[in-house]
């Protein structure tokens, strides 16, 4: 068990959001009925699969709430193509954040054609977690918009991708505000550090560190 911080392992290429288990570097991603898994996982309710009874759903994080290995509330968010009705999915969206501020952990946020949702959140929290957009491939300008909340950035398979949306937000990104990830790609996070690296032209042992460094900042289960 590692209580309020991770295994020291993980400074090993850590990835931040991940559908693949057995990886003890990884925060795997809890979905409906999965069970809880045997290493770090986030546990929330994706829009895809949120309905009427997602109260139901969220009894069920907040009672595994204490489990040390929980380190994120998420995926969670908003969804205009495959989600319901937006009063509804920003009203479990607030519920998870406040569960969020509440256990000090950040959000893995899922976010697809809903940034104007995401700012209305914002807009009317002054005081919000720490949401973590995961996969971020957007247009740049979207999180310069945002970039003023407390908002980070996960960066995944997209960065491997010439001049994607991913590759040219990274390279204005302020480095306090990322995070890697595989989510549910089968490319490896380390090829993920690398490209990072290059793009940036950044050691891969300093970006580690800045991710370890970042977490630590927004996190009460620490990187050690």
Same mark, same amino acid.
């Given at each position: 068990?590692?209580?309020?911080?991770f295994? *020291?392992?993980l400074?090993?290429?850590?990835? #931040?959001?991940?559908?693949?288990?057995? @990886?003890?570097?990884?925060?795997?991603?809890?979905?409906?009925?999965? $069970?809880?898994?045997?290493?770090?996982?986030?546990?929330?309710?994706? !829009?895809? /699969?949120?309905?009427?009874?997602?109260?139901?759903?969220?009894?069920?994080?907040?009672?595994?709430?204490?489990?040390?290995?929980?380190?994120?509330? $998420?995926?969670?968010?908003?969804? &205009?193509?495959?989600?319901?009705?937006?009063?509804?999915?920003?009203?479990?969206?607030?519920?998870?954040?406040?569960?969020?501020? %509440?256990?000090?952990?950040? =959000?893995?946020?899922?976010?697809?054609?809903?940034?104007?949702?995401?700012q209305?959140? &914002?807009?009317?929290? !002054?005081? !919000?977690?720490?949401? =973590?957009?995961h996969? /971020?491939?957007? %247009? !740049? %300008?979207?999180?310069e918009? &945002?970039?003023?909340?407390?908002? /980070?950035?996960? #960066?995944?398979?997209?960065?491997?991708?010439?001049?994607?949306?991913?590759?040219?937000?990274?390279? %204005?990104?302020?480095?306090?505000?990322?995070f890697?990830?595989?989510?549910?790609?089968?490319? *490896? =996070?380390s090829?993920?550090?690398?490209?990072? *690296?290059? &793009?940036?032209?950044?050691?891969?042992?300093?970006?580690?560190?800045?991710?370890?460094?970042?977490w630590?900042?927004?996190? @009460?289960?620490?990187?050690?």
């Open positions: 068990m590692i209580s309020q911080n295994q *020291s392992d400074v090993h290429f850590p990835d #931040f959001h991940t559908h693949q288990k057995g @990886n003890v570097f990884s925060i795997f991603n809890v979905l409906p009925d999965e $069970g809880i898994p045997d290493q770090c996982f986030s546990w929330g309710i994706h !829009p895809w /699969y949120l309905n009427e009874n997602w109260d139901k759903e969220l009894e069920k994080i907040v009672a595994s709430s204490s489990n040390p290995r929980l380190l994120a509330i $998420g995926e969670c968010g908003f969804d &205009l193509i495959k989600g319901p009705e937006p009063k509804l999915q920003m009203k479990a969206f607030v519920a998870q954040a406040d569960l969020a501020i %509440k256990l000090g952990l950040p =959000i893995i946020l899922h976010c697809v054609k809903g940034s104007h949702l995401l209305e959140f &914002l807009k009317n929290n !002054p005081n !919000p977690p720490a949401i =973590i957009w996969g /971020y491939n957007q %247009k !740049p %300008k979207i999180a918009n &945002l970039i003023s909340f407390r908002l /980070y950035f996960s #960066f995944g398979k997209a960065l491997l991708k010439q001049d994607s949306n991913a590759q040219q937000w990274l390279l %204005k990104c302020p480095l306090d505000r990322i890697f990830e595989t989510d549910n790609s089968e490319i *490896s =996070i090829a993920i550090y690398q490209q990072a *690296s290059l &793009l940036l032209g950044i050691p891969v042992g300093q970006l580690v560190h800045q991710v370890r460094e970042n630590n900042r927004i996190s @009460n289960r620490k990187m050690t």
